[in-house]
Nanobody
């Protein structure tokens, strides 16, 4: 499976962006899809995840209430709607997928087998 992340850009604090993660070569069906981000000089961190079949969603504390992860089966795409963006949200955002996820591992990047290339999000006034 190949993942293509898109939708990043330069926005001001308080603005919104929607990131997309499209899959090719295999559907997302039965998978767990995660969004991670990596800021300069920092480790990559979990942002949000979704279990495709159940649609159960998971968020880091830093984005809960501001970000929403969702999926579109017809488009074979996972979205990350980001509202009320803050300068500390600035990072490269990556999507990743795994087809044999153990729920307790969902927040760990090592649990994901396939990764997209990343899309830059910059929040600055």
């Amino acid at each position: 499976v190949q993942l293509q992340a898109s939708g990043g850009g330069l926005v001001q604090p308080g603005d919104s962006l929607r990131l997309s993660c499209a899959a090719s070569g295999r559907t997302f069906r039965t998978s767990t899809v995660g969004w991670f981000r990596q800021a300069p000089g920092k480790e990559r961190e979990f942002v949000a995840g979704i279990r495709w079949n159940s649609r159960h969603t998971y968020y880091s504390d830093s984005v809960k209430g501001r970000f929403t992860i969702s999926r579109d089966s017809a488009e074979n795409t996972v979205y990350l709607q980001m509202n009320s963006l803050k300068p500390e949200d600035t990072a490269v955002y990556f999507c990743a997928v795994d087809y044999n996820m153990i729920l307790s591992q969902l927040r760990f990047e090592t649990a994901y087998d396939y990764w997209g290339q990343g899309t830059q999000v910059t929040v600055s006034s």
